[in-house]
Nanobody, 121 residues
Framework: QVQFVESGGGLVQPGGSLRLSCLAS????????MGWYRQIPGNQRETVAL???????KYDDFVKGRFTASRDNANNAVYLDMNNLKPDDTAVYYC???????????????WGQGTQVTVSS
């Protein structure tokens, strides 16, 4: 099974930008959708963005227009470019990928350690 390692988080001021990276242990070109998720302690994990095998993307309304998801199948990587960050974006960010059922239920074989994003002045 493919495993994912996230990186790129950090502390940033409101209005700032970050680029998150997710490296897969195996090929991702056949994975139906690669997703970015985030979780605040005490809350459920939520879907931030999805990057589909056909090249399309889908975003949560709260991040639409600010975040851009992309995938680099040749290098087994996915990215999340985050602009105009807000304090409410503070969370641990994860990536994962799978088929329609996995994506709909956010149920995967395993999760990586995630990367912390903190937006604060």
């Amino acid at each position: 099974q493919v495993q994912f390692v996230e990186s790129g988080g950090g502390l940033v001021q409101p209005g700032g930008s970050l680029r998150l990276s997710c490296l897969a242990s195996g090929g991702i070109e056949d994975i139906w959708a690669m997703g970015w998720y985030r979780q605040i302690p005490g809350n459920q994990r939520e879907t931030v963005a999805l990057s589909f095998r056909d090249g399309t993307t889908k975003y949560d309304d709260f991040v639409k227009g600010r975040f851009t998801a992309s995938r680099d199948n040749a290098n087994n990587a996915v990215y999340l470019d985050m602009n105009n960050l807000k304090p409410d974006d503070t969370a641990v960010y994860y990536c994962n990928g799978g088929g329609p059922s996995n994506i709909a239920t956010k149920s995967f074989a395993s999760w990586g350690q995630g990367t912390q994003v903190t937006v604060s002045s």
